[in-house]
């Protein structure tokens, strides 16, 4: 952990006393205006928002283990401090970075001593604690099975392949998520205005495009905007009125990303999944990628883009290339699995793949039938010849009577009714001759002939 000495905080025994002092304007700002209680920490809602279980948990001093899971700047580390300010526990913290076995054995065997002196117990936070390996996850586990000390991990690494099974087991995981732009939103400005921990007395003022490009480009990372806005802060000198007034340029220097021309949330955000979606349509590698890049540049989902290939993928490929579907089903996961930045040759990948591909609607025509058909026709029940015979009385009353097993027949294929009455004859699905599709409507006129009708 770099925001804390936390050997120095391990030592005054109870890591929020005498805090308030250790917060001097020589710290950096995300450290300084790190929540000190529920009532300033932002986010998380779905964990400690009023009434949730985990509050009450913290807030009646009856902590279990657990692993905070999540992404950087969403408030791990924050969130056991509060603790610490809460529970009546004594809190001793340690950084996977830089701690040992030999600290580890330290604060157990002080935990030992205090639990049997005053019966005072220890929590034991531990901040990316997938950085210790399996022999000092170890050394910890017979005392949180024991109830010596109370283990609070923080790790933005699955635990579930990081934290070895044996302490997993004995631990409740909490996943916290990124914060929203609004959280982060608020996080800044309040920043700005503290003037005991913030940037308050030095009167900031933010552009409203810089502002919204220090939220976007924060990621949902609240340090990320914190440090951004104080590095912007101390490059601006005040005005005569005595305000520092930071602009789009200022922040984009601080952020070392240029603000790019795009609303996630207006028209430009349609109009650029517009162009991509075009672009793949119209078989254009180079359109597609550019476009592609802008988005992706600008600070746009990646997961949405994902999705949208996938949607493409079977709308505009189809069965002229059903491998289409799986390449943009595993560039959703690659984007699960890596995130941005690097998930953006995956996507890059896929994005080629959709526009070099034969191209068909043929599904999305035959399933946009069906649909009317669904609402506009007679909602028929099920041929008996269809239906599973599975009790006697089904038998009895003709339930699988008459239906002919295609595996008995030559070819695997025997043409019998499996369309309710009312619409027998009707055809959906009309093969394209574009790329697997050329192979699917042979098949089809094998198996049906001229019993089966040819598209207009």
Not at 16 to 30: F, I, K, N, V
Not at 213 to 235: F, I, K, P, W, Y
Not at 296 to 306: C, F, K, S
Request: contains cysteine; charged residues 25%.
């Amino acid at each position: 952990m770099t925001l804390f000495d936390l050997d120095q905080l391990e030592s005054k025994g109870k890591a929020t006393r005498g805090m308030d002092s250790e917060l001097s304007g020589d710290m950096p700002l995300a450290a300084r205006m790190r929540p000190r209680n529920f009532e300033e920490f932002v986010g998380q809602k779905h964990l400690v928002g009023e009434g949730r279980v985990l509050r009450k948990c913290i807030e009646a001093d009856q902590l279990p283990s657990m692993i905070f899971w999540g992404p950087p700047g969403s408030g791990k580390t924050t969130l056991a401090f509060v603790i610490a300010s809460v529970t009546r526990s004594h809190f001793s913290p340690l950084s996977a970075v830089n701690a040992g076995v030999a600290d580890l054995r330290r604060i157990v065997d002080e935990a030992k001593h205090r639990l049997k002196l005053s019966g005072q117990r220890t929590v034991l936070f531990i901040d990316e604690i997938h950085r210790f390996n399996k022999a000092q996850q170890d050394v910890i586990l017979p005392f949180v099975e024991n109830g010596v000390v109370i283990l609070i991990g923080a790790t933005t690494e699955n635990p579930s392949f990081e934290v070895i099974s044996a302490l997993l087991s004995r631990c409740r995981v909490f996943t916290l998520n990124s914060l929203t732009d609004e959280e982060v939103r608020h996080i800044v400005e309040r920043a700005m205005k503290d003037e005991e921990r913030g940037l308050g007395k030095l009167k900031v003022e933010l552009a409203e495009e810089a502002s919204a490009h220090l939220v976007v480009m924060s990621n949902g990372d609240a340090r990320v905007g914190l440090n951004a806005l104080e590095m912007a802060t101390q490059a601006t000198s005040p005005e005569a009125d005595g305000y520092r007034r930071l602009g789009l340029t200022t922040i984009e220097e601080a952020l070392q990303h240029r603000a790019l021309l795009y609303d996630k949330s207006g028209d430009q955000h349609y109009d650029f999944i517009s162009a991509l979606h075009k672009s793949l349509r119209g078989s254009d590698p180079d359109a597609a990628l550019y476009w592609l890049g802008r988005m992706l540049e600008a600070g746009e989902d990646p997961l949405y883009v994902a999705r949208r290939l996938v949607r493409f993928a079977s709308e505009d490929v189809g069965m002229a290339d059903p491998q289409a579907l799986m390449v943009a089903v595993a560039v959703q996961q690659a984007v699960h699995f890596v995130g941005m930045p690097e998930c953006n040759l995956a996507l890059a990948e896929a994005v080629t793949y959709l526009a070099t591909a034969p191209k068909s609607n043929s599904l999305y025509v035959a399933y946009s039938q069906v649909q009317q058909d669904v609402e506009g026709s007679r909602n028929e029940p099920v041929p008996l010849h269809l239906r599973n015979p599975v009790t006697g009385l089904m038998r009895g009353l003709g339930y699988g009577k008459g239906y002919e097993h295609a595996h008995d027949h030559p070819g695997h294929f025997v043409e019998q009714q499996n369309l309710p009455t009312s619409l027998q004859g009707k055809h959906y699905y009309f093969p394209s001759d574009q790329g697997y599709e050329k192979e699917v409507d042979a098949r089809l006129e094998a198996w049906w002939g001229s019993n089966r009708e040819k598209k207009d």
